[in-house]
């Protein structure tokens, strides 16, 4: 009996959006299980063994759970290969992989902002933050997520003066894709791929934030958009929250929230007012009354799936092999590294050159110094993020692609997988360390001493860590290595995240992680081994800062 599809999903999601999108696109037949994001849901501990990053979508497919909407849409692509949305060149797959690093950059402002302009002034008007705090407090008892959840009901996720900020950036990103689709239908390749799945369900809801993309200043934007909205795959995937939040918009309920409760006096009568009446409505809509009553336990994996039928089954079809990213090397490869000494990203990348015997140039930007902000590197990648590498002239963007694209100049690397089953494996590894970025990245900038985080600030990063390695040990103490039965790319990427905290904050404040001990011992050996046998043929040239 075949089991059936479930997606694992928010409401408005844009996230979610594009597994829905690819999903109805491949003809595939699934069920929505609901997480509610606005009564923490995605954090109660039935969700997080499930999704160990708490965050949606998730996707149950052949017996096991995806996470991170570009694993879930990747595993998709190899799993059912007849209706194709990866681009058909080696050059447009890494144009597309700039595209989905570009906006995963820009959602880390975008978040915030909906935070600070929706999710946060709807509670704040909907419920007190008593009952707030007591509604997610069903869900998990983890302080730090609590925390995150009365920072927002206070409105203290971004100042104004950060707002702007934020919306001046995410306008640039607006303007980088308007210019993209000059005389282009599409954004890569001239055909409908993973690049615009990637890019649409977070624009189209820009204008929720107070994020105007107008005819006049972005025509091709809108034509780009009015197209896409017209598939069958994007009328579908199109949630009531949308059409809701596009009603608050047009009547200016939004902005109008927002001016009441940012401004620096007190509200008017008149604004007393409006925030009185919309009370009820937002309690309504969020069913805080509903969400307060004792028989209420916040379980998130209680109703039954809603079915969404499509019109083809899933298929059998299983790729033998990974497609190769690019030709094998030649004598006259020429290889830069953009990346930072401190970061544990950069790190991993440099361990697959050196695995390799690749001779390569490494410029250091420096992230305490915002170097990766500076036009002459913003030139070089679009989404101010590091690592980079420059190869013959073609910039590769994301670490785990850039380390796929290596991997395939030279099979015997083995890094990663001609099994698809496991090459999905070492993404998910992948993508759980990635969920540990904004509770990595808040000690690392305490650790440099140019950021200082408060004892409740590092507490609670700590603790969410505490959360992320106590998976990592329970899954160790069941495996040698994290994917099959040897090293692989998954390993590079966890032993440098494990060497980064060791630097931030060391691991003597983690409980219960003697399983990753000695797993951290077994990797440094086969990893020193694997680049010491390269030693004679790699070579790092350094430059301190670009030029």
Known sequence: MTQDIILY????????????????????????????????QQKHPDYLNINPNGLVPALAID???????????????????????????????????MWQTCELAMAKLYRPLMYSRISGPFHHIACSKDEF??????ATDNPAHLAWEEKIWNLEVLTPTEQESYTREIYQFADRVERALENKRYLVDD??????????????????????????????????????QNRRSFRESKSDLDNSMAKLRQFGIIDQVNRILYQDKAPSLKDRIVLKALRPVFRKAFKIEDAL???????????????HETTIAPKNEIPSSRKQASKPLSGGDKFTLYGDIHSPICQRIEWVLASMGIKYQFKNIDLAKKQHKELSFSALNPAQELPLIVHNGQCIYDSLFIAEYLDSLNPDLNLFSNNFQELCSIRLWNAFDMGMHKEFGLLFYHRLGLKKASKDEFDNAINVLNEKLSYLETHLSEHKYLVANRLSYADYVMF???????????????HS???????????????????????????????????
């Not at 010491?532 to 043929?537: G, M, T, W």
Request: charged letters at 25%.
């Open 513 to 547: 992680i003697d399983n990753i001990k000695l797993w951290e011992k077994r990797i440094n050996k086969e990893i020193n081994k694997a680049m010491n046998s390269q030693s004679d043929n790699s070579q790092k040239s350094k430059v301190e800062a670009i030029s």
């Open 63 to 97: 017996g096991r759970v995806l996470f991170e909407s570009s694993v879930i849409n990747d595993y998709l692509e190899d799993r059912y290969p007849d209706i194709s949305l990866s681009a058909p060149t080696t050059e447009g797959k890494i144009a597309t992989q």
């Open 293 to 307: 009553k004792p028989s209420f336990t916040n379980h998130p994996i209680i109703a039954p799936a809603q079915s």
């Open 191 to 228: 055909q409908f791929t993973f690049a615009d799945i990637a890019v649409y369900p977070r624009m189209n809801m820009f204008s929720m934030a107070g994020i105007n993309l107008n005819e006049e200043n972005y025509p091709n934007v809108k034509r780009w958009m009015n197209e896409l």
């Open 496 to 510: 440098s995240r494990l060497k980064g905290i060791r630097f931030v904050c060391g691991l003597e404040r983690f």
């Open 133 to 138: 705090l007591r509604i997610a407090a069903k």
């Open 9 to 40: 999903d928010y409401d408005g999601s844009p996230c979610s959006r594009r597994v829905k999108i690819t999903l109805i696109e491949k003809g595939i037949t699934f069920k929505i299980q609901s997480i509610d994001l606005s009564k923490m």
